[in-house]
């Protein structure tokens, strides 16, 4: 029997698979960016195994957007708009996932974080949590809205992020030369640090994504060569 033509409702349809599976790794990595925030304002230790689950979610997510994404381009052939959603949809899900990873990677260590946090008058894991998660509610908000304008901003963000991490380090530094015992604490925050920069690059990098689906400008080449 010959094969069944695939109509634009069936495109329309797969097409909002990719969307929705992208916003279901958003509120996933969201969850575990927010069990950081608990963590770190000196909630109950978040729980691993749910922590263990979300990121095993969000894996699976992606493999499911990267495998959609490969089928609507080869049956479809989308081109403008459509091809960008597709596209854009594969960059968001990457970002998510790496989100949920550097989240876990917090959320493994609360123990040894615990020392850190009980000292750190000055709050420079919450500070760097509050920019990044910030940052990632935003995104998240840009791409419901279809919000270039806000994607470009949260975009111009990853200086913002760079610079609070990089003197979030120098605080960590100056606090383990005034109290040693604090060395084998000042590892896992400095790794926390690195974790929470990570996460807000991602959103920053998320905004841009939200650009390149509703203008066409990819920020990330333009970046590339201005560097």
């Not at 916003?23 to 263990?52: I, N, T, Y």
């Not at 499911?64 to 854009?88: H, K, M, N, S, W």
């Amino acid at each position: 029997m010959p094969n069944t033509p695939h109509t634009l409702e069936d495109f329309e349809l797969e097409l909002q698979s990719i969307r929705g599976a992208v916003l279901s790794m958003a509120s996933l990595a969201q969850e575990m960016v927010d069990a950081v925030g608990r963590l770190l304002s000196h909630d109950k230790k978040p729980s691993a195994s749910k922590a263990k689950q979300h990121e095993k979610n969000l894996d699976q997510l992606e493999a499911e957007v990267d495998q959609q994404a490969r089928i609507i381009i080869t049956r479809y052939q989308p081109v403008a708009t459509d091809l960008r959603e597709v596209t854009g949809g594969v960059r968001m899900a990457t970002d998510f996932e790496q989100i949920g990873d550097d989240a876990r990677r917090i959320l493994l260590h609360a123990k040894e974080l615990k020392a850190w946090i009980a000292y750190d008058a000055k709050g420079v894991l919450e500070a760097q949590w509050k920019l990044s998660t910030k940052l990632l509610s935003d995104a998240c908000e840009a791409f419901n809205s279809h919000d270039a304008e806000q994607g470009t901003a949260i975009g111009d963000s990853k200086s913002k992020v760079r610079k609070l991490a990089s003197d979030s380090r120098d605080i960590i530094s100056k606090s383990v030369e005034q109290n040693h015992s604090l060395a084998p604490a000042f590892v896992e925050a400095v790794n926390a640090i690195h974790a929470l920069e990570n996460i807000g690059l991602h959103a920053c990098s998320l905004g841009e994504a939200v650009v390149f689906i509703e203008t066409s400008t990819d920020r990330r080449d333009r970046r590339s060569r201005e560097e």
